[in-house]
């Protein structure tokens, strides 16, 4: 297998456990019976786990070899979920899911795909990043799409074997666990060394500039997108609808295969209206998509407009990450998507806890209206102050 492939197949393995997680998860606590802001909390450190494992990246990629970087998030992954599977106890849960870096948003985020991220910049050049990017993403996204697919696992083994709800979870996530040591037995073959591409002893002014907005914006939409992760909305629906597993499972499973067939149209859109139109576009009528769930009042009406908007809402993300290499000089590159990936994860970690809270105090819908409003913010930020800022391949001859 070539070493695109190896990176290609780690990452849908992780995307699986992702994809997984990010459904059950929610459903899981919310079995164990507590209270919102503990749901929250478990959830927002298992994301703090991730921005912490991204900013040792970011400050000492000079120092990390791809292979043990990759290898030790994977082995991390899977000890965090099977301690999580063992207990009920918040502060063992918490424990485990910061040091495990367990991921409910229901997509791979992290320091193994900021390590993905900085290979495959470094691989490919100017002409094939943007395809090279989106056919990453598909990748991620299907097995993403497998993995959602997978938490109506439980209902099965409830029927089949008897077991509790509770016990058919545990079981799952012991198998997802499993499947991160697939990923990291992956990663054991990808060739070792470090990248070309390090962290700078010192970034370009252009380049700094640049990057300074970026990491604001991408903090501003990662707070929004955490607000509603994968598993603060299979939450919202459990608790508003008393959908399960057995229902979300599919329902979840459809989402990722739209964000998966979307990134096709989106890499055509690209090249045709640029990259930062392509993010802003596609992103902004998403989010007011999503400020109109709350107020749906059937589970059928609010599932359409679920998918509805997963159709639209990743297909920014292959853009994104290319604009961000294409922005940055190529030894800027590791440290650009290390320092990228940090502010969107530590986003990300305060949006649950801030979910948590806000159901608690104003209802159920608030993080969902929240958090539509903060990305749309963003999206109007972003086209406002990178529009003229445009990659090389766009610039003409």
Same mark, same amino acid.
């Given at each position: 297998?070539?070493?695109?492939?190896?990176?290609? &197949?780690?990452?849908?393995?992780?995307?699986?456990?992702?994809?997984?997680?990010?459904?059950?998860?929610? *459903? !899981?606590?919310?079995?164990?019976?507590?209270?919102?802001?503990?749901?929250?909390?478990?959830?927002?450190?298992? =994301?703090?786990?991730?921005?912490?494992?991204?900013?040792?990246?970011?400050?000492?990629?000079?120092?990390?070899?791809?292979?043990?970087?990759?290898?030790?998030?994977?082995?991390?992954?899977?000890?965090?979920?099977?301690?999580?599977?063992?207990?009920?106890?918040?502060?063992?849960?918490?424990?485990?899911?910061? /040091?495990?870096?367990?991921?409910?948003?229901?997509?791979?985020?992290?320091? &193994?795909?900021?390590?993905?991220?900085?290979?495959?910049?470094?691989?490919?050049?100017? &002409?094939?990043?943007?395809?090279?990017?989106?056919?990453?993403? +598909?990748?991620?996204?299907?097995?993403?799409?497998?993995?959602?697919?997978?938490?109506?696992?439980?209902?099965?083994?409830?029927?089949?074997?008897?077991?509790?709800? /509770?016990?058919?979870?545990?079981?799952?996530?012991?198998?997802?666990?499993?499947?991160?040591?697939?990923?990291?037995?992956?990663?054991?073959?990808?060739?070792?060394?470090?990248?070309?591409?390090?962290?700078?002893?010192?970034?370009?002014?252009?380049?700094?500039? #640049?990057?300074?907005?970026?990491?604001?914006?991408?903090?501003?939409?990662?707070?929004? %997108?955490?607000? +509603?992760?994968?598993?603060?909305?299979?939450?919202?629906?459990?608790?508003?609808?008393?959908?399960?597993?057995?229902?979300? %499972?599919?329902?979840?499973?459809?989402?990722?295969?739209?964000?998966?067939?979307?990134?096709?149209?989106?890499?055509?859109?690209?090249?045709?209206?640029?990259?930062?139109?392509?993010?802003?576009?596609?992103?902004?009528?998403?989010?007011?998509?999503? /400020?109109? =769930?709350?107020?749906?009042?059937?589970?059928?009406?609010?599932?359409?407009?679920? /998918?509805?908007?997963?159709? *639209?809402?990743?297909?920014?993300?292959?853009?994104?990450?290319?604009?961000?290499?294409?922005?940055?000089?190529?030894?800027?590159?590791?440290?650009?998507?290390?320092?990228?990936?940090?502010? #969107?994860?530590?986003?990300?970690? @305060?949006?649950?806890?801030? &979910?948590?809270?806000?159901?608690?105090?104003?209802?159920?819908?608030?993080? *969902?209206?929240?958090?539509?409003?903060?990305?749309?913010? !963003?999206?109007?930020?972003? @086209?406002?102050? !990178?529009?003229?800022?445009?990659?090389?391949?766009?610039?003409?001859?």
């Amino acid at each position: 297998m070539s070493r695109v492939g190896l990176v290609f &197949a780690a990452a849908g393995a992780r995307s699986t456990v992702t994809g997984l997680t990010g459904v059950l998860l929610g *459903l !899981y606590l919310a079995r164990l019976d507590l209270p919102p802001e503990t749901v929250g909390l478990v959830l927002g450190l298992g =994301l703090t786990g991730n921005a912490c494992g991204t900013a040792l990246l970011a400050a000492r990629g000079d120092r990390m070899g791809t292979r043990p970087v990759l290898v030790a998030a994977s082995l991390l992954s899977a000890a965090g979920l099977g301690v999580m599977a063992a207990t009920g106890h918040p502060a063992l849960l918490g424990g485990a899911a910061l /040091l495990g870096m367990v991921n409910s948003m229901g997509r791979d985020r992290g320091v &193994a795909q900021a390590v993905d991220q900085t290979l495959l910049a470094d691989w490919g050049g100017d &002409a094939a990043r943007t395809r090279l990017f989106t056919r990453y993403t +598909i990748v991620q996204d299907l097995l993403g799409a497998l993995g959602s697919l997978a938490a109506a696992a439980p209902a099965a083994l409830i029927a089949a074997l008897a077991l509790t709800p /509770l016990a058919a979870d545990r079981w799952v996530l012991r198998a997802a666990g499993a499947v991160s040591l697939v990923a990291a037995a992956l990663y054991l073959r990808v060739p070792t060394g470090r990248s070309r591409q390090q962290a700078p002893v010192s970034l370009a002014p252009a380049s700094r500039r #640049r990057l300074k907005g970026l990491a604001a914006l991408f903090a501003l939409d990662s707070l929004g %997108g955490g607000l +509603i992760a994968g598993s603060v909305l299979s939450y919202w629906f459990f608790r508003r609808f008393g959908l399960d597993g057995g229902a979300l %499972g599919p329902v979840f499973f459809a989402a990722r295969m739209l964000n998966a067939l979307s990134y096709v149209a989106a890499e055509h859109l690209a090249r045709r209206i640029g990259l930062v139109r392509t993010m802003v576009f596609t992103h902004l009528p998403s989010s007011l998509l999503l /400020l109109a =769930l709350p107020f749906m009042p059937t589970p059928g009406g609010a599932i359409a407009l679920f /998918l509805l908007r997963e159709a *639209l809402v990743q297909m920014d993300v292959p853009a994104r990450q290319s604009y961000v290499a294409a922005v940055t000089l190529p030894g800027e590159r590791a440290y650009a998507f290390g320092v990228t990936g940090v502010v #969107r994860n530590v986003g990300w970690a @305060f949006g649950p806890p801030l &979910a948590g809270l806000a159901i608690g105090t104003y209802g159920l819908g608030a993080p *969902l209206v929240i958090g539509a409003g903060l990305k749309a913010l !963003y999206d109007l930020a972003l @086209f406002a102050g !990178y529009r003229t800022v445009t990659p090389p391949e766009e610039r003409g001859p």
